[in-house]
């Protein structure tokens, strides 16, 4: 059965850079595009981009400049950057596989922004 | 972007209770509309994709309906382990949406 585990910081200064990472093991990370979803507390979900194994990205608009995603196949990972953070960015931060849907998330891990 | 009005936000059930939620697209989304189930400190679980396809494992008392703009969920004969958020997700067009949940409460 495919897990994944995000890691990273839990807290963050406001202006640094974000950099989390979802390790993903029982399986390959190929064939799937690997999305990272967001929620901050009390409020909804929020799609943040996702990636293929070909280094293809596709990010929400709302992030798009301040967000990179990238593959380690070799080590079947797959990282989220987060530039020039904010309180805003303060969330819970999902990575999720998704074959037709997203079927198989992380137990999430939680970012705050704070000096 | 595709935007998903769920509602109500809030719902107060008794147990054995039937459970219905909608979720609204802005445009439309065909059947590319999927539920989820999120309970505080843990990861959302799938529950229904393509707006009625059962996910594996999910009791059958879980289903969906709708296409186009228009979709439910439906939990027939609630149980107290269904006190959770529920959200509706899109998949027709990037960037992929979620509404804003629905809370289900036991009484």
């Known amino acids: 059965q495919m897990q994944l585990q995000e890691s990273g910081p839990g807290l963050v200064k406001p202006s640094e850079t974000l950099s989390l990472t979802c390790s993903v093991s029982g399986g390959s990370i190929g064939g799937y595009y690997w999305n990272w979803i967001r929620q901050p507390a009390g409020k909804g979900l929020e799609w943040i981009g996702r990636i293929y194994i070909s280094g293809t990205t596709n990010y929400n608009p709302s992030l798009k400049s301040r967000v990179t995603m990238s593959v380690d196949t070799s080590k079947n990972q797959i990282s989220l950057k987060v530039a020039s953070a904010t309180a805003a960015d303060t969330a819970m931060y999902f990575c999720?596989?998704?074959?037709?849907?997203?079927?198989?998330w992380g137990r999430g891990t939680m970012v705050t922004v704070s000096s | 972007e595709v935007v998903l009005t769920q509602s109500p936000d809030f719902q107060s059930v008794t147990p054995q209770e039937k459970v219905t939620i909608t979720c609204r697209a802005s445009q439309s989304i065909g059947s590319s509309l999927h539920w989820y189930q999120k309970k505080p400190d843990q990861s959302p679980k799938l529950l229904i994709k393509?707006?009625?396809q059962s996910f594996s494992g999910v009791p059958s008392r879980f289903s969906g309906s709708g296409s186009g703009t228009d979709f439910a969920l439906t939990i027939n004969s609630l149980e107290t382990e269904d006190a959770a958020t529920y959200y509706c997700h899109q998949s027709s067009t990037l960037p992929w949406t979620f509404g804003q949940g629905t809370k289900v409460e036991i009484k």
């Open positions: 393509y707006a009625s």
């Open positions: 999720a596989r998704r074959e037709d849907t997203f079927d198989i």
